[in-house]
T-cell receptor, first 115, second 112 residues
Framework: GAVVSQHPSWVICKSGTSVKIECRSL??????MFWYRQFPKQSLMLMAT?????????EQGVEKDKFLINHASLTLSTLTVTSAHPEDSSFYIC???????????FGPGTRLTVT | GQQLNQSPQSMFIQEGEDVSMNCTSS?????WLWYKQDPGEGPVLLIA?????ELTSNGRLTAQFGITRKDSFLNISASIPSDVGIYFC????????????FGAGTTVTVRA
């Protein structure tokens, strides 16, 4: 149980285009989903927290207009990187937790490369 | 989030050895979680700890929630090659909107 999927697993896009990443909880209802960014050989950096049906809460320094998050259902959240630039290239990972649970289950991650 | 100090930063193991790593914090946590991340993958939850003093095992893994609630350790007994990876500790406080604070990770590699 507690399986989280992400799609795509990797994506290459041109500078200036937008990319959407999907995060799905496959066997539980995810009332809260989290989006992280991870640079090589570093720990996970929380970007934003989203609760189903509510606006996402962004961490300090994360541009909400650049990283659009939608959590429209209890099984799906999306992260859209708008007007991507090479510095946005990174490993993006989502996690999900169910109501009342402190445990976060992570997706397999999405490798984004902006050329 | 709060800063977690995880050590060691890296370690080399030989098959069959016991491995130990720990996390400390200046803040009190209500929950400690230990994750393992393989290259190019997302972290996988290994053990969750909820009470001070709690000692929990998952196969060859054992983790403890420190009595002061400011530290936790993870032990791997009789290590095998597939134990290689990056291990992260994560702490959660109820006052922080369920957001996890992560340690910097311990990279475990096989000694040649």
């Amino acid at each position: 149980g507690a399986v989280v999927s992400q799609h795509p697993s990797w994506v290459i896009c041109k500078s200036g285009t937008s990319v959407k990443i999907e995060c799905r909880s496959l066997d539980f209802q995810a009332t809260t989903m989290f989006w992280y960014r991870q640079f090589p050989k570093q720990s996970l950096m929380l970007m934003a927290t989203s609760n189903e049906g509510s606006k996402a809460t962004y961490e300090q320094g994360v541009e909400k207009d650049k990283f659009l998050i939608n959590h429209a259902s209890l099984t799906l959240s999306t992260l859209t990187v708008t007007s991507a630039h090479p510095e946005d290239s990174s490993f993006y990972i989502c996690s999900a937790s169910s109501s009342g649970s402190f445990e976060q289950y992570f997706g397999p991650g999405t490798r984004l490369t902006v050329t | 989030g709060q800063q977690l100090n995880q050590s060691p930063q890296s370690m080399f193991i030989q098959e069959g050895e016991d491995v130990s790593m720990n996390c400390t914090s200046s803040s009190i946590f209500n929950t400690w979680l230990w994750y393992k991340q393989d290259p190019g993958e997302g972290p996988v939850l290994l053990i969750a700890l909820y009470k001070a003093g709690e000692l929990t095992s998952n196969g060859r893994l054992t983790a403890q929630f420190g009595i002061t609630r400011k530290d936790s350790f993870l032990n791997i007994s009789a290590s095998i090659p597939s134990d290689v990876g990056i291990y992260f500790c994560a702490g959660l406080t109820l006052t922080n909107d369920y957001k996890l604070s992560f340690g910097a990770g311990t990279t475990v590699t096989v000694r040649a």
